[in-house]
């Protein structure tokens, strides 16, 4: 990990991170909303990390068992799973120091640290991640405090800012006819999943496009599989 | 207190899956055909992302002005906006469908 590539993840990170401060400040009033008070949802924020799991635990604890909102939350990370070992190859050190740099793992992070090839830059990765975490403690400790109305939020379109983001990440991330194919079956699987799963699991889905857009029957497509940034 | 358990309980769950890979792998490198799929990865899970945002629960709860948000998004990046610009252009657009 170098500086250079720590410091290219930062400002990598800013443009997630501005999407990711929206997303704080809405979780913040919402968990404010959901009775967890004011430090709980900005201990959530500094610790899980999360925020498609602090986002289920918000919407699912009240209306349920803490066991099936644990449950929801955790399933939704199913992703990270595969990620961790996506990222492994580009790790460096013993097993345990591992762990400790697979901690940065978030979506845009992962997306952002692709060298091609299934090569990762874990400086570029950290400092992404540096940013985004930032921007979720602050959004949150924002929206803690100014409790916005979720109302206001989405009529200002608030809700477009992620998935505009993972749009734009993946029109960059598509340089390749197997990352094109990677992509719509990653998302044609996905959302035949949404029909009869749950999301955690349909984004588990996704994943199974990877395998096969890189099926031999590909092999012969022009492009290979990316290339080095 | 229940919500304090919860989040606790979340964190560590949350925490693991991302280490779970790297402490059983080691510094056993993937083989070929693994690192393939590796390589196509993030394309998919963008995709994914994607659809289960704009899906709602069980894709009924598709929300047109958010979709034309990102579609805006979309073509306004393609047009060589800036990444940011982009997604504020896309906000912009979902904000002014729902005034209409």
Known sequence: MTRESFVAGLRLGIGPGAATFVLGVSFGAAAVAAGWGAVLPVVSSMFTFSGSAQFTLVTTLPTGTAAAAIAAAL???????VMGIAINDSLRGGRWWRAVQSQALVDASFVGAHDGGGRFDVGRLVGMTVAQWTCWV????LGVGLQPSPDLLERLGADVVFPAFFLLLALEEVRSPRAAVALVVGGTFSGLAMLFLDPGLALLAATAGAAVAAAPIHRR????????? | MKAWIAVLVVTVGASLMKALGPLTLGRRRLPDPARRVVSLMAPALLAGLIVVELGGDGLGGLDRAQVAGVAVAGIAWRLRA???????????AAA???LL
Not at chain 1, 221 to 229: I, Q, Y
Not at chain 2, 82 to 90: E, H, S
């Open chain 1, 75 to 81: 399933l939704i990370n199913t992703r990270y799973l």
């Open chain 1, 221 to 229: 497509a022009r492009g290979d599989v990316g290339s080095p940034r």
């Open chain 1, 138 to 141: 602050t959004g949150t400790a």
């Open chain 2, 82 to 92: 800036p990444m940011l610009l982009a997604v504020l252009l896309g906000a912009v």
């Open chain 2, 96 to 98: 002014a469908l729902r």
